[in-house]
């Protein structure tokens, strides 16, 4: 069983950047894609981005150029790099593969 676990998160400036890592168990992980998402409290779930099993990103349109997503297979990796961050960026971020969802990690923009 698939097993992920999200890291990086924390407090940060507006302004600042952060860079998220979700990491995975298993021998299946370069075959699929991994997908971020967040929830901000109140709100529902809300997709990130997605990065295809060749490397291939896409991105919400309030992330385009200020959120990176990247994938290192040899350490069953992906990572979001997030630059420019704005208070509207607070949430708690959850990676996912497939049917396996991480715990979460909680980034928090705020002066």
């Known amino acids: 069983q698939v097993q992920l676990v999200e890291s990086g998160g924390g407090l940060v400036q507006p302004g600042g950047s952060l860079r998220l890592s979700c990491a995975a168990s298993g021998s299946t992980f370069s075959l699929n894609a991994v997908v971020w998402y967040r929830q901000a409290p109140g709100k529902q779930r809300e997709w990130v981005a997605t990065?295809?099993?060749?490397?291939?990103?896409n991105y919400v349109d309030s992330v385009k150029g200020r959120f990176t997503i990247s994938r290192d297979n040899a350490k069953n990796t992906v990572y979001l790099q997030m630059n420019s961050l704005k208070p509207e960026d607070t949430a708690v971020y959850y990676c996912?593969?497939?049917?396996?969802w991480g715990q979460g990690t909680q980034v928090t923009v705020s002066s």
């Open positions: 996912n593969m497939h049917l396996a």
């Open positions: 990065i295809g099993s060749n490397g291939t990103p």
